[in-house]
């Protein structure tokens, strides 16, 4: 009997140390870190007429453990009847890559404390509205970029929300030139 208690009182510590164990190894934590962006440009392109929005932001892990970046979506917030005539186009790449062409992003491991440079470009057209004016009745446009992570724990699916001042518009250098040449 008292061998049988000695072996059950084992399994039990052994059991709470391995569980101790594995909760202390963490997980990992990939984060599309948003408020670290970079080199943000919001221009508008009147030959095309569209606005052009494009900026770079780091993907981070910032858990214990190694973890992979599967699926990246991006869609735009819904800001009103506005959006009826509007074409909006989004891409997000690691900017050590060629971006693809269909918009596929390729699985990507993330290590412990490491992090990748990404790309986010929006391209934004109306179809009844001059640039000017949808400028005016949308000021800021938020991209919400859904993620899937796999990590120890699982399959995860995160957002990050990215506000892009619209209203900031720039024109070109190459029209800015023009227009005080005129």
């Known amino acids: 009997m008292s061998f049988l208690v000695a072996f059950l009182a084992c399994a039990g510590t052994l059991s709470a140390a391995l569980a101790l164990y ?32 494009r900026c770079s932001i780091p993907l981070t892990n910032r858990g214990e453990q190694q973890g992979m970046v599967n699926n990246v979506f991006c869609q735009p917030v819904y800001c009103g009847k506005i959006m009826k005539g509007m074409e909006i186009r989004s891409q997000i790449n690691v900017v050590k890559e060629q971006a693809r062409e269909n918009g596929y992003w390729e699985s990507l491991i993330l290590k412990k404390d490491a992090y990748f440079l ?49 209203k900031d518009a720039q024109l070109p250098a190459k029209l800015k030139e023009e227009k005080v040449v005129e």
């Not at 934590?29 to 919001?42: R, S, W, Y």
């Not at 005016?136 to 399959?155: A, D, E, F």
């Open 22 to 53: 594995y909760w202390q190894l963490g997980d990992q934590n990939i984060l599309f870190d948003i408020g670290a962006v970079q080199d943000l440009l919001v221009q508008h392109d009147p030959e095309r007429g569209e606005i052009i929005c």
């Open 118 to 166: 990404t790309q986010l470009e929006v391209r934004i057209r109306h179809s009844s509205v001059d640039i000017p004016t949808l400028i005016r009745q949308v000021p800021r446009l938020t991209i919400i970029i859904y993620y899937q992570v796999v990590g120890r724990k699982g399959i995860q699916w995160k957002l990050a929300e990215l506000p892009l001042p619209l």
